[in-house]
């Protein structure tokens, strides 16, 4: 099993819609936890990070359920320019080094 | 403030060719990473340094790739010789530690191209 999976789309979604991603971890030592996000030809991004209690930031909401080793990232009322890669990052416990997963596309369409 | 700097921004070379990529870690940071991202792997770390020693070079692909910290503020990632499989976007991230696990923040990368 892979450290961090994802699902990698591509999520086609019209301009407005709510979309949500989800991110599997299989280290349960696992603290930290992120959102990056990567638009074509581009670095990857921070885009938020993840608490025990769930967080929000203006349209993003993202939340960690350590029971069943998943984090999610929801996105309302989604814009043309959400359209990016969004990576899910899961640190090792303890150490800075992390591990990116693969990645899941979003399209936003008019 | 600056951001994580790497130079360059794009190398074409021939095989066989020695390259070396350069990064500037944002002041403050301590950590270090060297990543490689390709279309059919996505991001790899290459290798991991902390107060300018390297922590994990489980991700270095083979002895051809060697990494170094001279000082706190910068690195470089080498490739003697290099080959056709290792083109690929190579980046550079760094973090602190000052509260606790910090996320890391890339440079723009550096588009290899060995022909």
């Known amino acids: 099993r892979k450290e961090v999976e994802q699902d990698p789309g591509p999520f086609n979604v019209p301009e407005g819609a709510t979309v949500a991603f989800n991110c599997t971890y299989s280290n349960s030592a696992s603290q930290s936890f992120f959102w990056y996000r990567q638009d074509c030809r581009k670095e990857p991004k921070l885009l938020m990070s993840?608490?025990?209690s769930g967080n929000e930031d203006g349209r993003f909401t993202a939340q960690l359920n350590r029971a069943s080793q998943y984090i999610s990232l929801l996105i309302r009322d989604s814009k043309l320019s959400d359209s990016a890669t969004y990576l899910c990052?899961?640190?090792?416990?303890?150490?800075?080094?992390?591990?990116f997963g693969t990645g899941t596309k979003l399209q936003v369409i008019p | 403030d600056a951001g994580v700097i790497q130079s360059p921004r794009h190398e074409v070379t021939e095989m066989g060719q020695e390259v070396t990529l350069r990064c500037k870690l944002i002041s403050g940071h301590n950590s270090l990473f060297w990543y490689r991202q390709t279309m059919m792997r996505g991001l790899e770390l290459l290798i991991y340094?902390?107060?300018?020693?390297?922590?994990?070079d489980s991700g270095m692909p083979e002895d051809r790739f060697s990494a170094k910290m001279p000082n706190a503020s910068f690195s470089t990632l080498k490739i003697q010789p290099s080959e056709p499989r290792d083109s690929a976007v190579y980046f550079c991230?760094?973090?602190?530690?000052?509260?606790?696990?910090?996320?890391?923040?890339f440079g723009d990368g550096t588009r290899l191209s060995i022909l």
């Open positions: 990052v899961v640190n090792r416990g303890g150490y800075q080094k992390v591990t």
């Open positions: 340094f902390n107060n300018n020693v390297p922590i994990d």
């Open positions: 991230a760094s973090s602190g530690e000052d509260r606790g696990f910090q996320p890391q923040h």
């Open positions: 993840v608490y025990s």
